[in-house]
């Protein structure tokens, strides 16, 4: 994407205490697609490709301004989300919890241990506990497994959310 494509892109995102300054049409229309969700999906898979962390989050800022579906983003979610080379970490999590799919859980399950650079100085771990939740979400035996390997780990916060989930789905 060029700069002022990002700039069009980023004014779809509702900003603190401000809403968009520009609709979803006129976003379309600019790349002369009418599908917000096919675009946001073109636009992931072209990053992705490029290695280009801005047009990531381009592309999901445009996956949410059109509202448009997870699941046709689980694959490209779930090979980007190991990659060093972004920081959109905690979204992908997010976007994946939403699905509730047992295909998530690898995913969901590395999130709950590492720790991506730029987050290195959050002690409250919150991707680990987006994840934790997430994965409390997803029926089926891969998440409770999950869950399950987390009940003992080292981190007290980690720890405790595991077994909230745990508890929650009456598996304690």
């Given at each position: ?49 490029r290695q280009d962390a ?14 448009a579906s997870a699941e ?71 998440a409770q497994e999950a ?26």
């Amino acid at each position: 994407m060029i700069p002022e494509e990002r700039d069009l892109v980023m004014d779809l995102a509702v900003g603190l205490g401000e809403g968009p300054t520009r609709t979803l049409d006129e976003v379309l229309a600019h790349f002369g697609e009418s599908d917000g969700e096919a675009l946001a999906l073109r636009l992931l898979r072209d990053a992705m490709e490029r290695q280009d962390a801005d047009d990531v989050e381009m592309a999901l800022i445009l996956h949410a301004a059109a509202d448009a579906s997870a699941e046709e983003f689980l694959e490209p979610l779930i090979e980007l989300f190991p990659a060093d080379w972004h920081r959109e970490y905690e979204d992908i999590v997010w976007m994946l919890g939403r699905l509730r799919s047992p295909r998530t859980v690898p995913t969901l399950a590395l999130a709950t241990h590492w720790v991506p650079e730029y987050l290195d100085w959050d002690e409250n771990r919150a991707l680990a506990v987006k994840a934790i939740w997430a994965l409390g979400a997803i029926p089926g035996p891969e998440a409770q497994e999950a869950l399950e390997g987390l009940r003992d780990n080292e981190n007290e916060i980690i720890r405790e959310n595991a077994v909230k989930q745990l508890t929650r789905r009456g598996e304690l």
